[in-house]
């Protein structure tokens, strides 16, 4: 019997459920809106186009659990891990890559799957559907009339999602007097990162500015959604507790100012 499947949105999951549903032997049809229909953050057509961090966190396997997880994908002959790994680059002990190549590998190697068909089309009614067997990868970038379809059916408590958003830092803008390459506990290159150091005046003096600095107003319909504890913005740490940066993201441990080696850095950025 000829084995078909059907697979909605094209990101990391979709991209990734496609390719596994082929390699099993399935005729897959690939569902991707874009470009026919775009998102606010979403620049290109391509499948798996990153449009928050480059980075998929730690490859540690042997010590985290995210490495584990990745290992684990290899293992099963993963899309998205092989790609990503064609396409890393320097990032300490963690697995970050070249965001177009990366997308631009995976469109590459979908579309020439001969059992893989990519369709630009937005579904808007889940109803509508036949009885192939579907998976819906949709994520939080998801079309409103998608959005209203799942809505029917999972109800408004199972529809929110909030991130938080990475500055853009130029290096003309650092003072590179103060601040040193080095990653983390010396992993990857050993100089993947750079790091600027604050003794605790300065740390404190952060959090208090961070603070009483001007935020974006929720819309009334926001104000009671939850965050994603996994990316929270760094003012609701700081709300958490005066010290929970230092011992979250601005950690100093795994780091040595090689202008003063003795001295560990109260928190790191």
């Known amino acids: 019997m000829d084995k078909k499947a059907r697979v909605i949105g094209a990101g990391l999951a979709g991209s990734e459920a496609a390719w596994q549903l082929a390699k099993c032997g399935y005729q897959v049809d690939l569902y991707e809106m874009r470009p026919v229909k775009n998102t606010p953050a979403h620049t290109t057509d391509k499948c798996a186009e990153l ?59 979908l579309t020439f799957h001969p059992l893989i068909t990519i369709h630009r089309k937005e579904i808007t009614d889940l109803d509508e559907l036949d009885d192939i067997p579907t998976i819906l990868a949709t994520g939080p970038l998801t079309s409103e009339k998608m959005a209203e379809n799942l809505q029917k059916i999972t109800g408004d408590e199972h529809l929110h999602f909030f991130d938080a958003i990475a500055p853009i830092v130029y290096t003309d803008s650092i003072d590179m007097s103060q601040a040193w390459y080095q990653s983390r506990y010396d992993k990857g290159d050993k100089y993947d990162y750079l790091n600027l150091p604050m003794n605790k005046e300065q740390y404190e003096n952060f959090v208090a500015n961070l603070l009483a600095g001007e935020k974006v107003e929720f819309h009334d ?49």
């Not at 985290?64 to 990503?84: D, F, K, P, Q, T």
């Not at 926001?222 to 005066?242: D, S, W």
């Open 51 to 109: 449009v928050c961090s480059n980075s998929l966190r730690s490859d540690d396997w042997q010590t985290n659990a995210v490495g584990l997880l990745h290992e684990e994908l290899r293992r099963c002959g993963s899309l998205i891990m092989n790609c990503a790994d064609e396409t890393r680059v320097p990032a300490g002990g963690a697995l970050a890559v070249d965001r177009e190549a990366f997308s631009s590998l995976v469109m590459q190697k």
């Open 221 to 269: 319909w926001e104000k009671e959604t939850p965050y994603f504890e996994g990316c929270l913005p760094i003012e609701v740490m700081a709300e958490r507790g005066p010290l929970t940066l230092r011992f979250g993201p601005m950690k100093p441990v795994g780091l040595t100012n090689p202008r003063d080696p003795k001295n560990k850095p109260f928190a790191v950025v």
